[in-house]
């Protein structure tokens, strides 16, 4: 365990489904981030929270819509995803958003299969 | 733009031999750099980090190498091993991290 736990670890959900995707984090940090990994490409960045504020959001389609209660607990909220969502979405923390890195802390991700 | 890649896809290696994956980064404002594995089924884990005023730095089997005129990052593992069959990712940042695509090593007994 690293530390960010994320529930659930698999889903298979239809385009017209709602659901949840739950992190959590016991380090203490500040800054809480969603990633998506799709095959063959880079770690997408899709959402930063510094101390539960939003402090980017890169262009993610609003089918994707995050929430952050506290600086331990991070959701996304989907709805109405394309098949082309299907990904492995990674949850990471740090200690704080800028300045000085510690590197970030992944979860081990959601593996998400849109049918 | 920013941006950080590398320069092999795939890496095999024999058990027992060293290993070296390359990365190359763009951004010379960068000042912290780090090397993830991601094994599969998981989230990438922190391997090793070096900021810009060092240009080695070395952990339990593991080295890394920062050329900052040119711009390369490489991480060193020494006696690869099965274990170490993995995804690895190399990392810079100066306000937040840009992640490489990733070189997949392969250890062949």
């Known amino acids: 365990e690293t530390g960010v736990t994320q529930t659930p670890r698999h889903l298979v959900m239809g385009m017209t489904n709602k659901k949840s995707l739950k992190c959590e984090q016991h380090l203490g940090h500040n800054a809480m981030y969603w990633y998506k990994q799709s095959a063959k490409k880079p770690l997408e960045l899709m959402f930063v929270y510094s101390l539960e504020e939003r402090v980017e959001n890169n262009s993610v389609p609003s089918r994707f819509s995050p929430e952050c209660p506290n600086s331990s607990h991070l959701f996304l909220h989907l709805h109405t995803l394309q098949p082309e969502d299907s990904a492995l979405y990674l949850c990471?923390?740090?200690?704080?958003?800028?300045?000085?890195?510690?590197?970030?802390?992944f979860g081990s991700g959601t593996r998400l299969t849109v049918v | 733009g920013e941006s950080v890649g590398l320069h092999l896809p795939t890496l095999s290696v024999q058990e027992g031999d060293n290993s070296i994956i390359n990365c190359a980064y763009s951004n010379s404002a960068s000042d912290y750099f780090i090397w993830y594995k991601q094994e599969s089924g998981k989230g990438p884990q922190f391997i090793i980090d070096?900021?810009?005023?060092?240009d080695k730095r070395q952990g339990q089997r593991v080295t890394v190498l920062l050329n900052k005129t040119v711009k390369h990052l490489s991480l060193q593992i020494a006696a690869t091993q099965p274990g170490d069959s993995a995804v690895y990712f190399c990392?810079?940042?100066?306000?937040?991290?840009?992640f490489g695509a990733g070189t997949r090593l392969a250890v062949h007994p």
């Open positions: 990471a923390s740090s200690p704080t958003e800028t300045g000085e890195h510690y590197g970030y802390t």
């Open positions: 990392a810079e940042g100066y306000n937040k991290l840009i």
């Open positions: 070096i900021r810009s005023n060092m």
